[in-house]
């Protein structure tokens, strides 16, 4: 707040001095000139004080660091996405493959992993079946083995 009163009290000393030269000087082309430099003499007087409060006005935004850990970059984000998508339609493709083929299956579980010279590949699948399906269980693994060409594990519950 000093800082306000220290401009206006310049200002009005300024104001006051550029007053009592207008007074003093004679009229004519000279007032005019005289009367255009204190103009703009009180403005600069007006236009630095205000200009080095800003200059020194800061802005500090205190933004915290995430962890590695925590942040993924675009490509891991939309690489865990593509997992998730592509192992949902692998499984409900399993299981409507086998309950077309006449088995009663409850669910599947695929894991999937991805690496830059492979691509997304099928780590390994487990089958829930009903005990019922039991003595149909070779014939489950073959036909899941034709179709991803992976073993899978039937579990039964």
Known sequence: MSAVASVTAVICAVAIACSLVTVIVPQGSTKRVMNAVIGVFILCCMIVPIKNAVSGFTIDFDIPKLNDEFSASADEAYEKALLTETKS???????????????KV??????????????????RI??????????????????TETKFETTPELLVT
């Open 89 to 103: 339609k692998l499984e409900s493709s399993l299981v409507s493959y086998l309950l077309s083929k006449g088995y």
């Open 106 to 123: 409850k669910t599947a579980e695929i894991t999937l992993n991805s690496s830059d010279k492979s691509g997304i590949y099928i780590e």
């Open 126 to 143: 487990c089958i829930y079946i009903d005990k019922s399906e039991v003595k149909n269980s070779s014939d489950i693994i073959s036909l």
